[in-house]
């Protein structure tokens, strides 16, 4: 079946195994659908409520719960968006996954896919997404502040305010190519050129940092 951008997906975003608790995400247009088909409602936006789980055609419980309810576009991936706070058992996943597969319009989620489409509705931008990835694989306490950080936009200020200071040297240079005959400061070039150079030297120290 091919992909498609507005199915709804869903995936277990807690770890693979036995366990007492397992978190099931939905996201898409169709997410209010699962509850429905689990034979329940939504709660109030944002809130945790307790829900038993049914199959809603053949009537049978799959188990009891916690649901909550995310609207889009104040959401983690900026679609409607549901969590299912289930027992992490196999045979309880196993019936979930079953039954919000058989949905239309519904699939598994690949590998990533919640984070893509978070940068593709403008929730995040490509360091922040790196930084999910590299906060789930933290195993250290200085990857953890690390990830934190470019979490939080440093990494993206930083990388943002390279692309300022490029763009404004290029407008500069453009200025003198374009318009010769204009009275433009005769500092422009070797402003712009010192420019560029600190820029130079300030990428270098930050690739040369043995990718911390």
Known sequence: MPRRSDDTIFACATAAGRAGIAVVRVSGPRAAAALSALGTTAGPARQLVRRRFRDKESGELIDQGLA????????FTGEDLVELHLHGSAAVLAALVDLLGRLPGFRLAEPGEFSRRAFENGKLDLTEAEAI????????????RQALRQLAGELGALYEGWRHRLLQSLARQEALIDFPDEDLPETIPSAVFAEVNALIDEISGH?????R
């Open 68 to 75: 909550a309810w995310f609207p889009a576009p104040a959401t």
């Open 133 to 144: 990835a590299d906060l789930v694989a933290a195993d250290t306490a200085a990857q953890r």
């Open 207 to 211: 690739l040369a940092d043995n990718r």
